[in-house]
């Protein structure tokens, strides 16, 4: 008889394309170049961007406010440029410490000289821009946006290249999901009995306490569950269960990279506590198996999905473990855990999971 232990282990590198932090701030300088209806020289252009990362949306608002001053053509004099926006930022997978990104909005722009019939209105506006990273915290970002606004029956344009700093702040709070736990057994103190045998004196009848300790209750397979309330005392040593003593699903949160089959320090770490686990446990085998996200053909998927399984096989045959005790297979994008709408969900769907059974 075959009993599946559901006992699932997440084997993968870490996911660089999910920001860290709730908020970041960007300091950026560059040039516009304004469309030749406008009459206005290409001038500086300086501000700043607030972007948002705590919703869990694909698209992170973004508020921009930026400055310029223009010289108009033919000495006509110069004018201030106030322009406030609010974006959509789309983020792609990281790769190499690198983010792209697209944004679109909607933005006001005020002018402080109306020559040439130059009004304050409102624009719209549509942008690409890649981020590299240097520290945790600290980007270097680069973006060029497209800003096209109505003027007295004439469509203006400008566009906008700049560069600066990304800060990111506030870090977030973890976001790994717990889908086991081990329970800690709590043993009451020993209960105590007080018998009362009672002394004749001459006068009085004094009761004389006598401790009775009860043994405490037995946890005969050390899974943390005691066995009265344990409904599977005989599980094998090192692996989690639930409040009943039975075995449960362990999840580690290590991804693997968009379309890569790497397996990272962390992810090492995990297989060689499953190969202590194995070794201890000689009469288990194991099922490995490979999953994807849905970025890229369902052909693709299936292969990298077959690629990551063989490559934890490989880890686990490397360290001793028997070949007929492995069996390796891929599922490739088909048994999503999450949306693969937004790229956290992406990045738990990428995944290895070990199922073990006698």
């Keep these: 008889m075959k009993s599946t232990l559901a006992f699932s282990v997440l084997l993968a590198a870490s996911l660089l394309g999910a920001s860290e932090n709730n908020y970041e701030i960007s300091t950026m300088v560059g040039y516009t170049i304004p469309n030749d209806g406008q009459y206005l020289d290409d001038y500086g252009t300086y501000g700043v961007e607030i972007q948002s990362n705590g919703l869990d949306f694909p698209l992170k608002p973004e508020v921009s406010f930026f400055y310029s001053e223009g010289d108009y053509k033919y000495d006509s004099g110069d004018t201030k440029i106030y322009r406030t926006a609010l974006n959509g930022v789309y983020e792609f ?109 001459a006068a009085v009848t004094e009761p004389i306490v006598e401790p009775v300790p009860v043994a405490a209750p037995i946890d005969s397979d050390n899974d943390g569950v005691l066995d009265p309330n344990d409904r599977c005392p005989n599980t094998a040593e090192g692996l989690k269960v639930d409040e009943y003593g039975c075995p449960l699903i362990a999840t580690i949160n290590d991804h693997f990279v968009f379309n890569s089959d790497h397996i990272d320090s962390t992810a090492a770490s995990e297989i060689r506590a499953f190969v202590i686990f194995m070794n201890e446990n000689p009469r288990y085998k194991a099922t490995i198996t490979g999953h994807t996200d849905s970025i890229g053909t369902p052909q693709i998927n299936q292969i990298v999905s077959e690629k990551r399984a063989n490559k934890v096989k490989e880890a686990l045959i490397s360290q001793g473990i028997a070949s007929e005790r492995l069996t390796a297979v891929g599922k490739g994008e088909s048994m999503p855990i999450m949306s693969n709408m937004l790229k956290a969900g992406r990045a738990e769907n990428r995944r290895v999971e070990i199922d073990i059974y006698e």
Aim: no cysteine; glycine share 8%; net charge negative.
């Design 93 to 201: 997978e990281k790769e190499f410490n690198t983010t792209p990104f697209f944004k679109l909005g909607v933005g006001y722009e005020s002018m402080s000289n109306s020559a040439f019939g130059n009004h304050d209105g409102f624009f719209a506006d549509a942008g690409v821009g890649v981020k590299m990273e240097i520290t945790q915290q600290v980007a270097f970002k680069v973006e060029a946006i497209k800003m096209l606004k109505s003027n007295d029956g004439s469509h203006d344009n400008n566009l906008a290249l700049l560069g600066g700093l990304t800060f990111s702040f506030d870090k977030k709070a973890s976001e790994r999901v717990i889908t086991s736990s081990e329970p800690t057994a709590v043993i009451a103190p020993a209960a105590v009995a007080v018998a009362e045998k009672p002394v004749k004196t």
